[in-house]
């Protein structure tokens, strides 16, 4: 028997229970009992593995959604992270939970001049201009490599992986605007979709975490201009607008200056 947390959180109205099946369903074919154990500190899914199959489910799971490494014995230099965007009132450094909370939570940071090097071809922007334009708000997913590990300050810096530096390449590239969606299930969102009607507003919708999705706008959609359609459908869920061309236009115009 083994219990483990995974890299997937729980927050809002929803609880851990209301993703049993959803964890099970991941076991099928395999000779494991799983049980949902409940919420780590900062909503973390515990869960745990007993039965035949024991080591075949923990590493599927370490790969397919991500193990928390507790806490920073477990934490090597050099790792990549699927951890979660916390919020900030910072103008230097962008915190990002990696579940790391044993025997106290500590979080990894980005430092700005990362982010600026990363996302704004070193562009001098402010952090919460790199926020609002990647939608790095709370609990969003983000994919970290960690860079340096002081023990003895318990600080941890990190640095956006290359598999997160392509995601948003991809998004970029495509040009097309994103609706990202926090702290709603991927059902509740196709409802919304089919309930207003918006399958010729919709390319697709992509699940970024249990309750983060991004919905891909056809060519010439407003994401923005969903919102107003979309929200009273999903009461419980926070809304932000993904820009493309709104982001190459300001790292060009800050090119000029």
Known sequence: MVVLTLLEKVYGKYSTKDFVYTFKSLCEGLNVNLRVLGRAPRGWIKVE????????????????VGLAPVNLERLRKFSVI???????????????DIGVYEPTPLEASIPLKTLQAQLADGKKLALQTIMELYCLYPNFPLEVKICEIN????????????????????????????LIVFGTTIEDVKQAVRNEKLGRDI??????????????????????????KLGPKLPNAT???????????????????
């Not at 199959?53 to 790969?63: I, L, M, N, W």
């Not at 916390?86 to 103008?91: A, I």
């Not at 003895?152 to 392509?166: P, R």
Request: glycine content about 4%.
């Open 49 to 64: 593995v007993s039965g035949e199959d024991e080591k075949v489910a923990v590493r599927f799971f370490e790969k397919e």
């Open 82 to 96: 699927r951890g979660r965007v916390l919020s900030t009132k910072s103008k230097l450094e962008l915190p990002i």
């Open 151 to 178: 023990k003895s300050e318990e600080s941890i810096k990190a640095e956006l992986a290359e598999s997160q530096l392509t995601i948003f390449e991809k998004w970029l590239k495509m040009y097309n605007e994103r």
């Open 203 to 228: 390319y697709a919708i992509e699940s970024l975490g249990l309750l983060e999705h991004a919905l891909i706008c056809k060519t010439g959609t407003n994401a923005k201009g969903l919102i107003p």
């Open 239 to 257: 809304l932000i607008q993904f820009n493309p061309p709104r982001i190459h236009k300001l790292i060009e115009r800050c090119s000029l200056l």
